[in-house]
C-alpha cells in the first residue's frame, strides 16, 4: 500500500508540478525576448479555468506546452534560450532541492523530495539529450544543437516547433464543438 501511495503521489503531485516547472521555464525565458500572447497550458480536453497566460484543462496534466503568437527577438541566441529554459528551471530547482537534502533540510520528506528531484532530472535529461521524438519533431536539446552547430531552427514537420497561441485557443473552439456535438446526440439517444 506504501509503493501505492507512493504511485499516487508521483503522478497527481510530483508529476504535474514537474511538468509546470518545464513549461514555466519556456514562459520565463521568452519573457526576457518579448513575446507577443504567451499561453502556458497545462492538460488537455476541456478548459478548467484560464488565467492570464495559463490555461489549465480537465484531464491528462502530462500533455502540456507552451505558446506565443510572435516574438521581437528573433535571434538564435533568443531561441536558444527559449529551448534551454525548460531544462534550466528543473536543473536548478533540482540541485537546490538536493542541495538543501544534503544539509538535513526536508528530512521528515525525504522521500518525496527524492521523488521531485528523480522527476525533474528525467526531464532535464529527456530535454538535453538531442533527439526526434516518436512524432518527429526534435526535442529541446535537438532544436539547441542544430541552432549552435549549423545556425538554424529546425523543424521536420510543417507545423511549427512552438505553436501560436491564438491558432491553439482556434483549434481548441474547434474541439469543444465537437465534444458538445457528440453529447448532444448521445442525450437524444
Known amino acids: 500500500m506504501k509503493d501505492l501511495l507512493g504511485l499516487v503521489i508521483s503522478a497527481f503531485i510530483i508529476l504535474p508540478v514537474v511538468i509546470f516547472l518545464r513549461e514555466a521555464g519556456y514562459f520565463i525565458a521568452s519573457g526576457l525576448f518579448g513575446v507577443k500572447n504567451p499561453r502556458l497550458t497545462v492538460g488537455s480536453g476541456p478548459r478548467f479555468f484560464k ?14 506546452w507552451f505558446s506565443f503568437d510572435s516574438i521581437k527577438s528573433k535571434s538564435n541566441f533568443a531561441y536558444i534560450c527559449i529551448y534551454s529554459g ?11 532541492i538536493n542541495a538543501l537534502l544534503a544539509n538535513g533540510y526536508f528530512e521528515e520528506y525525504k522521500t518525496f523530495w527524492n521523488r521531485f528531484i528523480f522527476y525533474a532530472f528525467y526531464y532535464v535529461l529527456f530535454d538535453a539529450v538531442p533527439m526526434i521524438t516518436v512524432n518527429g519533431k ?11 552547430r549549423y545556425g538554424k531552427r529546425v523543424d521536420y514537420n510543417k507545423e511549427p516547433m512552438i505553436p501560436g497561441t491564438t491558432e491553439v485557443e482556434k483549434e481548441y473552439q474547434e474541439e469543444i464543438k465537437v465534444i458538445e456535438q457528440v453529447k448532444e446526440k448521445v442525450q437524444k439517444k
Open 138 to 148: 526534435p526535442n529541446n536539446g535537438m532544436v539547441i544543437y542544430e541552432l549552435l
Open 86 to 96: 525548460p531544462i534550466l528551471i528543473n536543473l536548478f530547482v533540482a540541485v537546490v
Open 51 to 64: 488565467f492570464w497566460f495559463l490555461d489549465v484543462r480537465k484531464y491528462y496534466h502530462v500533455y502540456s
